[in-house]
């Protein structure tokens, strides 16, 4: 069943031997990648190379198969010559495939999880040095690489390098050598990328094992797996970037997407995501006088409630209340100890407290003070006893122990993701996702006024460039309490009068509704992708869609850079106009998928 033109190989006897050998299979991690991207591609097997039937319902093709043979080698050729484009990742044995000839690989300088060095993309043709904002450009940032180096120099006439590799190793490099490398054979084109792709967005992602403490603040703590050092902006989602450079490959050709924002109740299409939420820290009277407030102004919210000597700050009637003003509540988990490792059993008994206080299981909860432990020993424990996601992946590094009015994305990622088991276990996927800590406690205060405007101003223009879920963690005692939010409440109202001025369409969430939409999102199903040519000499591209979310999802094509007219669609035989949106820089064709099963059809140009 054709899901896209996108596939990709996946080698299990590669991953089993992996695996054996107690390494992780990076290559894992595709699959999460395509669920960020919202692109279903369709996996295939390894004996699919050598059958040229197999490959020539796709369009692109992925693959890290490192021991090609010649047979597939040419079987590959073949398809690319005839419009294929084929992206390989440190893909070894295949020189002549793809125009570079291999010279060394140079190890990362501690460990697989430390950068070993920088992709530094190449201007577009008319492009001014100076419009290349980091901000809102990856063309004008570096992308980090965490995995071994490839390193290869292009041979064919065919090839050129789009990004070139800067060392971060020890070893100085004698010359200069490419990252990323496009080539042509025919009508078709190949991308090589001189590094593990998935294992540098597993790591950005996930970050590196907390098992020391090493930012040194006495704790372990979710900044600890920060993949970055203090030399990086983590203002700027390194992951994300590196995906839309994949997307601007993979958008050469119309395929459906699925929007990483969520449509409103009625079917419109947002600018951008901001979801609400905060820890109690046990302090009692706060949480119904914050949600009491924010009810007032519109907004959802999201509470975590601490346990104190088995005891919560407020009782079930309150719970009630806090739920009946549409609002939502979950456990706050307190293992802050100096260099204390949590364990299964410390998470499951105060899953248990909330359970037994309030009825329900929690469903996307935070570290008191982002504790952590391990890599993905909390998403496995806490899935295992009922739990959906985590919001404690730190936007910035500690210290300062409580880094409030700023930004970051101390991760790579804005977006939701789901978290990935280790070597011991399979490297299989866990129901659970990490969700990144965004914008930490909006502040204005009078003498930095105009500076902390603007961030708040620069946090929602990128999030409408881009299309971000924003994570907007504000406390309830910031909100409550009159000795404390002076400074918070103001922020608040920005945030709120700037969406208004902009005129942008912002769909309110709390974490733990982004929590089960991202779930939703990610089991939603595309079936049965076509394309034909109709009279007018147009792609008509259909399509089934299916999903369990309840406002429906919005499923994205892409367009050419102008569209002059306006573009239909038929859903289920109805007759409905997109909606045309920028995102990432691309323009694109937003369809509105309701709750269900539906049969999709639209004709581009």
């Given at each position: 069943m054709k899901h896209s033109t996108t596939g990709y190989i996946y080698d299990q006897p590669t991953k089993d031997h992996?695996?054996?050998?107690?390494?992780?299979?990076?290559?894992?991690?595709?699959?999460?990648?395509?669920?960020?991207?919202?692109?279903?591609?369709?996996?295939?097997?390894?004996?699919?190379?050598?059958?040229?039937?197999?490959?020539?319902q796709l369009k692109f093709l992925f693959i890290d198969v490192h021991d090609l043979s010649a047979a597939e080698q040419q079987s590959l050729r073949e398809w690319v010559s005839q419009g294929g484009i084929l992206i390989g990742s440190a893909i070894k044995g295949a020189d002549d495939l793809f125009g570079i000839q291999s010279l060394a690989v140079q190890s990362q300088p501690d460990d697989e999880y430390t950068i070993s060095g920088y992709a530094n993309f190449q201007m577009e043709a008319g492009a001014q040095e100076n419009r290349l904002d980091?901000?809102?450009?990856?063309?004008g940032a570096l992308l980090p690489i965490i995995s071994p180096l490839s390193i290869v120099e292009v041979k064919a006439d065919h090839?050129?390098?789009?990004?070139?590799?800067?060392?971060?190793?020890?070893?100085?490099?004698?010359?200069?050598?490419?990252?990323?490398?496009?080539?042509?054979?025919?009508?078709?084109?190949?991308?090589?990328?001189?590094?593990?792709?998935?294992?540098?967005?597993?790591?950005?992602?996930?970050?590196?094992?907390?098992?020391?403490?090493?930012?040194?603040?006495?704790?372990?703590?979710?900044?600890?797996?920060?993949?970055?050092?203090?030399?990086?902006?983590?203002?700027?989602?390194?992951?994300?970037?590196?995906?839309?450079?994949?997307?601007?490959?993979?958008?050469?050709?119309?395929?459906?997407?699925?929007?990483q924002l969520p449509p409103f109740a009625d079917g419109n299409v947002p600018d951008l995501l901001i979801h609400y939420g905060g820890d109690d820290e046990c302090v009692p009277e706060y949480q119904m006088i914050a949600s009491n407030y924010m009810k007032a102004k519109g907004l959802p919210y999201h509470i975590n409630l601490m346990p104190i000597a088995g005891k919560f700050a407020i009782d079930s009637e309150e719970f009630k209340a806090i739920k009946n003003n549409g609002?939502?509540?979950?456990?706050?988990?307190?293992?802050?100890?100096?260099?204390?490792?949590?364990?299964?059993?410390?998470?499951?008994?105060?899953i248990n407290l909330f359970t037994e206080a309030f009825g329900e299981t929690p469903i996307a909860s935070v570290n008191h003070w982002c504790t952590g432990t391990g890599w993905a020993e909390h998403a496995r424990w806490a899935s295992a006893h009922g739990m959906k996601g985590d919001n404690?992946?730190?936007?910035?590094?500690?210290?300062?122990?409580?880094?409030?009015?700023?930004?970051?994305?101390?991760?790579?990622?804005?977006?939701?993701?789901f978290v990935y088991d280790d070597y011991k276990h399979g490297n299989v996927k866990i129901p659970f996702v990490n969700i990144p800590i965004g914008f930490f406690e909006p502040r204005i205060y009078e003498e930095s006024r105009v500076e902390d405007i603007s961030r708040i101003h620069e946090a929602i223009d990128r999030a409408a460039f881009f299309r971000w879920t924003l994570n907007m963690f504000i406390h309830p005692v910031y909100i409550a309490d009159d000795n404390e939010n002076k400074h918070c409440l103001p922020a608040l109202d920005e945030v709120l009068d700037y969406?208004?001025?902009?005129?942008?369409?912002a769909i309110h969430h709390s974490t733990n509704q982004l929590c089960l939409w991202w779930i939703d999102r990610s089991q939603t199903r595309i079936d049965d992708y076509a394309v034909s040519v109709n009279a007018n000499n147009q792609?008509?591209?259909?399509?089934?869609?299916?999903?369990?979310?309840?406002?429906?999802?919005?499923?994205?094509?892409?367009?050419?850079?102008?569209?002059?007219?306006?573009?239909?669609?038929?859903?289920?035989?109805?007759?409905?106009?997109?909606?045309?949106?920028?995102?990432?820089?691309?323009?694109?064709?937003?369809?509105?998928?309701?709750?269900?099963?539906?049969?999709?059809?639209?004709?581009?140009?």
């Amino acid at each position: 069943m054709k899901h896209s033109t996108t596939g990709y190989i996946y080698d299990q006897p590669t991953k089993d031997h992996t695996l054996s050998q107690g390494r992780n299979y990076w290559y894992a991690y595709m699959e999460e990648i395509w669920d960020e991207m919202g692109l279903r591609a369709s996996r295939l097997t390894r004996a699919d190379l050598s059958v040229l039937g197999s490959l020539a319902q796709l369009k692109f093709l992925f693959i890290d198969v490192h021991d090609l043979s010649a047979a597939e080698q040419q079987s590959l050729r073949e398809w690319v010559s005839q419009g294929g484009i084929l992206i390989g990742s440190a893909i070894k044995g295949a020189d002549d495939l793809f125009g570079i000839q291999s010279l060394a690989v140079q190890s990362q300088p501690d460990d697989e999880y430390t950068i070993s060095g920088y992709a530094n993309f190449q201007m577009e043709a008319g492009a001014q040095e100076n419009r290349l904002d980091p901000f809102y450009q990856f063309r004008g940032a570096l992308l980090p690489i965490i995995s071994p180096l490839s390193i290869v120099e292009v041979k064919a006439d065919h090839a050129q390098a789009a990004a070139m590799l800067l060392n971060a190793g020890r070893m100085p490099m004698a010359k200069a050598y490419p990252a990323v490398v496009e080539g042509r054979i025919g009508q078709g084109q190949t991308w090589y990328f001189a590094f593990d792709f998935a294992q540098t967005l597993w790591v950005m992602h996930q970050g590196r094992p907390i098992d020391r403490d090493y930012d040194g603040d006495g704790y372990y703590r979710t900044g600890d797996a920060i993949p970055f050092s203090r030399l990086h902006d983590l203002s700027i989602p390194y992951g994300d970037y590196w995906l839309q450079f994949l997307e601007g490959i993979l958008t050469q050709h119309p395929q459906p997407f699925i929007h990483q924002l969520p449509p409103f109740a009625d079917g419109n299409v947002p600018d951008l995501l901001i979801h609400y939420g905060g820890d109690d820290e046990c302090v009692p009277e706060y949480q119904m006088i914050a949600s009491n407030y924010m009810k007032a102004k519109g907004l959802p919210y999201h509470i975590n409630l601490m346990p104190i000597a088995g005891k919560f700050a407020i009782d079930s009637e309150e719970f009630k209340a806090i739920k009946n003003n549409g609002h939502d509540l979950s456990i706050h988990f307190d293992f802050v100890k100096p260099h204390f490792h949590y364990t299964e059993k410390d998470i499951q008994e105060q899953i248990n407290l909330f359970t037994e206080a309030f009825g329900e299981t929690p469903i996307a909860s935070v570290n008191h003070w982002c504790t952590g432990t391990g890599w993905a020993e909390h998403a496995r424990w806490a899935s295992a006893h009922g739990m959906k996601g985590d919001n404690s992946r730190a936007h910035a590094f500690n210290p300062p122990y409580n880094p409030i009015n700023l930004m970051g994305y101390g991760f790579g990622t804005v977006y939701p993701h789901f978290v990935y088991d280790d070597y011991k276990h399979g490297n299989v996927k866990i129901p659970f996702v990490n969700i990144p800590i965004g914008f930490f406690e909006p502040r204005i205060y009078e003498e930095s006024r105009v500076e902390d405007i603007s961030r708040i101003h620069e946090a929602i223009d990128r999030a409408a460039f881009f299309r971000w879920t924003l994570n907007m963690f504000i406390h309830p005692v910031y909100i409550a309490d009159d000795n404390e939010n002076k400074h918070c409440l103001p922020a608040l109202d920005e945030v709120l009068d700037y969406l208004e001025v902009k005129r942008l369409k912002a769909i309110h969430h709390s974490t733990n509704q982004l929590c089960l939409w991202w779930i939703d999102r990610s089991q939603t199903r595309i079936d049965d992708y076509a394309v034909s040519v109709n009279a007018n000499n147009q792609s008509v591209i259909s399509f089934v869609a299916e999903t369990e979310a309840v406002s429906g999802v919005i499923v994205k094509l892409p367009l050419p850079a102008s569209v002059s007219e306006p573009i239909f669609y038929m859903l289920d035989g109805e007759r409905k106009a997109t909606v045309i949106q920028q995102q990432n820089g691309r323009l694109w064709a937003l369809v509105q998928v309701p709750k269900g099963k539906h049969e999709i059809e639209i004709a581009l140009t």
